[in-house]
Structure formats: structure tokens, C-alpha cells
């Protein structure tokens, strides 16, 4: 139970680390919360213009939930030792709180991001090639359409079942479990992206990179 519970503490507080935030104000560019979305992910820190800004907040953002995974799998076991199936589901209880932590940080009144990166970064750190086959249908999603947003919520959507196809290839561990937990992480996902869903149906989503006022997230 110890390594549950300091799992999901580690994870969370990794998550939380509100890297678009500190980059854009160390940046002098201000508050990216006061811009488009509000949000402090990489798509909303585009918004400011500053493309390099935007790059660094998404490797980051994905770096922080590939940290919680991996130290959930190397650190733990190490400190307090358990049998390989309770490290697993260590690095599973991670991997939802570092995501958790990076869209509710209790630093920023529980109002954060919405998560692409940070799942990207527990995919590739749970099962890469699940990792690599969300960011390919991110990319294909995004270069065809220009909108982030559907090309989270695609991403998302097919995410588990591609978790459940790479472990019957045996690129993934605990086949349904692990598709179970892919699939809560992209229902997560798509509720952070309920604004934007409506924004789609109604035609007024922005496109990549498009500015716009600012508006609740």
C-alpha cells in the first residue's frame, strides 16, 4: 500500500508543476491564464507567439509524466520492495495522478491544463509504441485539420484500443488493465476538452496558433 500511496503522491506533485506558466512569465510574456483559454498548456502558450515557448512547455509537460512513471518503476521497488505486479500498478497509480496533478494543480486553485502532453509523456513511458501511436494521430489529425483540440479528442478516442492492440503484439504489459487505464486517461482527457467540444459542434473552435480573447477554460 506504501508504494500506492507515495505513487500517487510523487505523481501528482510532478504533474502540478505548472511549467507553462513559469516559462511564459520567466519569458516576460506575462500570464498565459489571462490568454485564450486560459489554460497552461503548450496549445494555449502558442497563443503568445512564441513558438520556442510552446515547444518547451509540451516536452516538459510530457517530461514531468514520463518522471512520475519511471520513478514509480526504478525508485520505488528500490526503497520498499514488492512483487513485480504491485510495482506495475504502482507506475498505473502514477501515471492518473501525474495527469491529474498537471489539469487540477492545487498551486493554481485546481485549474491547470488539459493534459495531451502529459498523457504522451505516460504512454511512452507505460508502452512507447502506444505512446508513438497517439502522437502520429495527434500529428496526422493536426496537419490535416488545424485544430488541437480534435486532434486531442481523436487521439484519445482510439488511444485505448490501440492499448489493447500493442499487448496482444507484447509491446505492453497487463493487456485489459492497461487498457482499462489508457481509457480512463482518455475519458479525463475528453472532459477536460468539454469547452472545446461545444466550441466544434457550434464551428467556432480556433485553429492552431489562432489568437483569440480570452475565455473561460
Known amino acids: 500500500m506504501i508504494n500506492y500511496v507515495i505513487a500517487a503522491v510523487v505523481g501528482y506533485l510532478l504533474g502540478s508543476i505548472p511549467f507553462g506558466l513559469i516559462i511564459t512569465r520567466a519569458a516576460g ?11 497552461i498548456g503548450a496549445t494555449n502558450v502558442l497563443r503568445t507567439g512564441r513558438r520556442e515557448l510552446a515547444a518547451m512547455t509540451l516536452l516538459l509537460d510530457a517530461a514531468k509524466g514520463f518522471a512520475a512513471v519511471a520513478l514509480a518503476r526504478t525508485v520505488l521497488p528500490s526503497l520498499f520492495p514488492v512483487d513485480p505486479t504491485t510495482t506495475l500498478y504502482a507506475t498505473y497509480v502514477a501515471a492518473v495522478a501525474a495527469f491529474i ?13 488539459k493534459g495531451v502532453a502529459t ?10 509504441p502506444v ?5 502520429a494521430v ?19 478516442v482510439t488511444a485505448p ?17 492497461f487498457a482499462l487505464v489508457v481509457a480512463l486517461l482518455s475519458i479525463l482527457l475528453i472532459v477536460r476538452h468539454s469547452a472545446n467540444i461545444a ?5 467556432t473552435e480556433p485553429k492552431i496558433g489562432q489568437s483569440k480573447s480570452a475565455e473561460p477554460s
Open 29 to 39: 510574456v506575462g500570464d498565459v491564464r489571462k490568454i485564450g483559454s486560459g489554460s
Open 101 to 113: 496533478g498537471h489539469c487540477y494543480p492545487v498551486w493554481l486553485g485546481f485549474k491547470g491544463g
Open 119 to 128: 498523457m504522451i509523456g505516460v504512454l511512452l513511458a507505460l508502452a512507447w
Open 131 to 135: 505512446g508513438l501511436i497517439f502522437c
Open 138 to 156: 495527434w500529428l496526422l489529425i493536426a496537419f490535416t485539420q488545424k485544430i488541437s483540440s480534435l486532434s486531442a479528442i481523436t487521439a484519445a
Open 161 to 177: 484500443i490501440f492499448a489493447y492492440v500493442a499487448f496482444l503484439m507484447g509491446w505492453a504489459p497487463e493487456g485489459i488493465v
Open 199 to 203: 466550441r466544434l459542434m457550434a464551428g
